[in-house]
């Protein structure tokens, strides 16, 4: 098992295109099952959607605001099948008055 794991601020009423942009693992290294743990800071409303490969795994979602390292198994979002050299995306949309941060964790489990 695999895990990675970090942060991403983002500007009042901007999006990230995709948190994992530049990491080796923003494409799946193996076949197998993707794990997505979410939580962003209190102040202002952070919108997320999942997309592994060419999948909508997790329409925009409000997740939730507990502004710290996700925590297992309280902070799970989804868990996803997911095949080798697919791309897997995270988007983070900030909805609030100024800037907001996502704390995220992804864990990948081979088949």
């Known amino acids: 098992m695999n895990t990675i794991q970090g942060t991403q601020a983002t500007a009042a009423g ?3 295109a995709n948190v994992l ?27 997320i959607t999942i997309y592994v490969g060419p999948r909508l795994v997790a329409p925009e979602s409000s997740i939730s605001r507990q502004a710290r390292v996700p925590l297992i198994p309280d902070d ?8 080798r050299g ?26």
Not at 23 to 45: I, Q
Not at 76 to 82: D, G, I, K, R, S
Not at 86 to 110: C, M, Y
């Open 86 to 111: 697919e791309q897997i995306v995270i988007q983070h949309r900030n909805t609030g008055a100024g800037s907001n941060t996502l704390f995220w964790r992804v864990d990948f489990k081979p088949r």
């Open 14 to 16: 901007a999006t990230t």
């Open 76 to 83: 799970v979002f989804t868990t996803a099948p997911m095949r």
């Open 21 to 47: 942009t530049g990491n080796p693992y923003a494409v799946a290294p193996y076949d197998g099952w993707a794990r997505f743990s979410l939580t962003a800071e209190a102040a202002g409303e952070s919108r």
